[in-house]
Structures are given as C-alpha cells and as structure tokens.
C-alpha cells in the first residue's frame, strides 16, 4: 500500500472555457477517474490564489498575461486571473470523480509566491505539507496527471524525485500550456530529475 495517485489541478479555470484553459484539459477527466480505482491512495491538488495574486498580469501596471517579470524568488510568468479563492474556476471540473480523494491540498493562497510544485512554493523552500503527509503515510511511490504538464506537474513530479519519492508521470493523462518550449524543456528536466514518462 504505497502507491499513491496525484491529481494535479483538474480545476475548470485550466479546462477549455476557463480563465487559464489547457487545449484538452477537460479530455482527461474520464481516464483518471478509471485510474483512481487502480490506487489505494488519491491525492487532489487545488491551485488556490487570493484575488489580486502577485502571479496574475493584472497586479502588475501595463503586464500582459504570460509576460515574464523577475520576483524576488526567481522568474516568473504572468497569468491570467485564475483559479480565485471561492469562484466558479477554481473548483475541480465538474466530473472528476473527487469523492475517491484522501486529502485535497491547495496551494498558491501566499499572495507573494507562486506555487506550481504541490511540495513547495515557488521560493523552492517553503513546503507545502506534502512530503510530511506522504511519508506518514508510507506513500513511496507516486504517479502524476493533470494539468499542466509543463507547470504544475513538472514542478511537483521534479520536487518528489528529487525528495526521494519514486515517481511517475502519466503523459497521457496529462495537457500542457506549452509557451516558449516550456513542454520539451519540462520533458527534459523531468527525465534528468530521475521521473519516469508513461503513457
Ligand atoms: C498552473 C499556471 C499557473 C498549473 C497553475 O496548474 O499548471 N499553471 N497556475
Ligand atoms: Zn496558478
């Protein structure tokens, strides 16, 4: 019983129609459903901004969305508003089967960090709880999907690998934003990360 399923950010905002869409987000809702049951523990992330959020373009004066500005911590793409606090877009796309979850675990609510990884915020130091919750449990061997590859997943499936968990990411089950390379640079960085690509 140390396997775990990590559903990364299957929220309306990041699915067509939403604030953030993914091309095909919403496509692969049916197959993570049909691999939950393969799973002792699931595990939900839910990215989850305050309003005015320092990722967003429209908190920075004349920013386009998915421009990049440096942060303190690091660079860092502007975004859309997305994914609010309590709205429509930032609860899980309506068929996802989230009664299965053990945990749900929100990330991005610092209103100064972004958080792609679901172990760590953006600054790389501050956790999340994660790894602690995991490893209680004996949770050793993680698979990934959701959304999107190239962010939220790549940044969360490099932390674990890297946190000695071994991990999976199900390709298949997964959609990328894909600006600037960042599919085939994430591809990369994952593989060197010691992750195995699936699907
Ligand atoms: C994500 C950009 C901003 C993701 C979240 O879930 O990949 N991407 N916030
Ligand atoms: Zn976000």
Not at 10 to 16: A, K, R, S, W
Not at 36 to 57: C, K, N, R, Y
């Amino acid at each position: 019983m140390t396997r775990a399923l990590i559903v990364i950010d299957v929220q309306n905002d990041f699915c067509p129609g939403g604030a953030l869409a993914v091309s095909e987000g919403d496509q692969i809702v049916p197959g993570i459903n049909a691999l939950m049951a393969e799973f002792p523990a699931v595990i939900l992330t839910q990215d989850w901004h305050p309003a005015g959020h320092s990722s967003f373009a429209s908190s920075h004066d004349g920013a386009a969305p998915m421009s990049m500005i440096d942060m303190p911590y690091g660079p860092q793409v502007l975004w859309p508003d997305h994914c609010i606090q309590g709205s429509t877009g930032a609860q899980f796309h309506p068929d996802l089967a989230t009664d299965r979850a053990d945990l749900i675990i929100r990330k991005g609510y610092n209103p100064a960090i972004d958080s792609y990884s679901a172990f760590f915020e953006n600054d790389h130091t501050t956790p999340t709880g994660l790894t602690g919750y995991l490893q209680t449990r004996g949770l050793t061997d993680l698979t990934l999907v959701g959304l999107a590859t190239d962010f939220c997943v790549n940044y969360s499936a490099v932390d674990a690998a890297k946190l000695g968990f071994k991990v999976t990411v199900r390709e298949d089950l997964c959609r990328a934003i894909d600006i600037d390379g960042s599919l085939s640079a994430a591809q990369t960085g994952m593989r060197d990360a010691g992750v195995v690509l699936d699907g």
